[in-house]
């Protein structure tokens, strides 16, 4: 295995990692609670999922012969929440994780040091690449965040659950 195809298989999985994890925090709230703002400020779930779905069309779309922030783009409109169902969402969802992976899935070692544009910069694939691992990262927290807050006592944890560090740690491995 060389470094080239180490890092793309971990940006692969970092990105489908990130993925599962919002999903699984969104399925702990009701339709309502998705709709949920903490102040008028603040964005809901919805909208935080519209922003990653528009910022994922826009750069991966055409990734390497295209700008990156594409001019029919409406990023002010990604911040309106007007999703009326839980399927509508989803589906809005769905297809930026699909042109995302259709790239990211797709990548070769010689692509990495090819120059991609991204609001008129120039960038590596690889510099482009990292950017939206930690912009994604960025929202997903703010989800998982907004999820746990919004879900309370019934939350279930994502991760290791307070107090069970200790036995985390002394598990047996799994084969």
Not at 13 to 35: S, V
Request: aromatic share 8%; proline share 3%; hydrophobic share 35%.
């Amino acid at each position: 295995m060389t470094i080239a195809s180490e890092y793309i298989s971990i940006c692969i999985k970092n990105m489908q990692d990130m993925k599962l994890q919002a999903e699984k925090a969104i399925a702990q709230l009701t339709d309502e609670q998705l709709h949920y703002q903490l102040d008028s400020e603040s964005n809901s779930i919805v909208t935080i999922m519209k922003h990653l779905r528009g910022n994922m069309l826009s750069r991966w779309t055409d990734f390497y012969t295209t700008d990156g922030e594409k001019p029919n783009r409406h990023r002010d409109t990604e911040f309106i929440d007007d999703i009326k169902t839980k399927q509508q969402l989803f589906e809005i969802w769905e297809e930026g994780w699909r042109i995302l992976f259709d790239v990211v899935l797709n990548l070769k070692e010689e692509d990495l040091l090819r120059q991609i544009t991204i609001r008129q910069q120039p960038h590596s694939v690889i510099n482009a690449v990292n950017r939206q691992i930690a912009h994604y990262s960025h929202h997903i927290g703010q989800i998982v965040f907004l999820a746990k807050h919004l879900a309370g006592a019934n939350w279930k944890t994502l991760s290791i659950p307070r107090g069970k560090s200790e036995d985390y740690l002394h598990k047996p491995p799994t084969t």
